[in-house]
């Protein structure tokens, strides 16, 4: 439910003309946070579906993990300095460690888990 500018004034006016002045600012506040709900909740709906790795109500816990992991392996491949790093920590060598890091991406917590029926 979203309320306009209109809807707004059109309660104050109707305190003011009761002379309950003091209630205005509870009330503007209210539509204020109703408004802002729903727009926060539309933008974030936005995003969800623009983008893969932000969810969604039914996003499991192994969906977010394995999203998580990705991003993780992806920004340690995208900088230079944190794969030198690994590569020394393991002894191996950068490529080696990027080879690694890629298989690592394709199932980084296991296979999924049973989705249970619903019949």
């Not at 392996?73 to 300095?81: A, L, T, V």
């Not at 890091?101 to 888990?113: D, Y």
């Amino acid at each position: 439910m979203t309320y306009r500018k209109s809807d707004k004034r059109r309660v104050v006016k109707k305190l003011v003309l009761l002379g309950k002045s003091s209630l205005i600012k509870p009330v503007t506040c209210l539509l204020r946070t109703m408004t802002d709900r729903y727009n926060i909740h539309s933008q974030l709906e936005h995003l969800q579906s623009k983008y893969i790795g932000t969810g969604h109500a039914d996003t499991s816990k192994w969906e977010w993990l394995v999203n998580q992991h990705r991003d993780s392996y992806c920004s340690y491949m995208g900088h230079f300095d944190l794969l030198n790093y690994f590569s020394v920590a393991e002894n191996e060598t950068k490529a080696r460690v990027r080879f690694n890091l890629m298989e690592k991406m394709l199932q980084p917590c296991g296979p999924p888990a049973d989705k249970p029926d619903d019949a």
